[in-house]
């Protein structure tokens, strides 16, 4: 057979990722590996992926935090205010 380069060689012999046999972990580690190929993280070393991970779970939990007092500080206050105005007194939100 005529190989060109080693990536046929990687592909004949199929080294894709193997996953484990147990349904549960082989469905988590075959969504590990999903994610590092659709974001581009399967080229980093391990701590670079650990650290791109935690500033992004960072920025998700301030983002989290910053809409859920938006909605307490604005909607809530609309209902707060629309419930005052039709006659019902008191801190309802």
């Given at each position: 057979?005529?190989?060109?380069?080693?990536?046929?060689?990687?592909?004949?012999?199929?080294?894709?990722?193997?996953?484990?046999?147990?349904?549960?972990?082989?469905?988590?580690?075959?969504?590990?590996?999903?994610?590092?190929?659709?974001?581009?993280?399967?080229?980093l070393e391990r701590w670079?992926?650990?650290?791109?991970?935690?500033?992004?779970?960072?920025?998700?939990?301030?983002?989290?935090?910053?809409?859920?007092?938006?909605?307490?500080?604005?909607?809530?206050?609309?209902?707060?205010?629309?419930?005052?105005?039709?006659?019902?007194?008191?801190?309802?939100?």
């Open positions: 057979m005529n190989l060109k380069n080693n990536t046929d060689k990687t592909c004949l012999h199929g080294t894709a990722p193997q996953f484990p046999t147990n349904p549960l972990y082989a469905y988590i580690s075959k969504a590990v590996y999903l994610y590092n190929l659709w974001t581009g993280l399967y080229m670079e992926r650990f650290l791109f991970n935690i500033v992004g779970l960072v920025f998700f939990v301030v983002g989290v935090c910053f809409l859920a007092r938006v909605w307490e500080i604005g909607v809530m206050g609309v209902f707060q205010e629309a419930l005052e105005s039709v006659g019902f007194g008191g801190k309802y939100f």
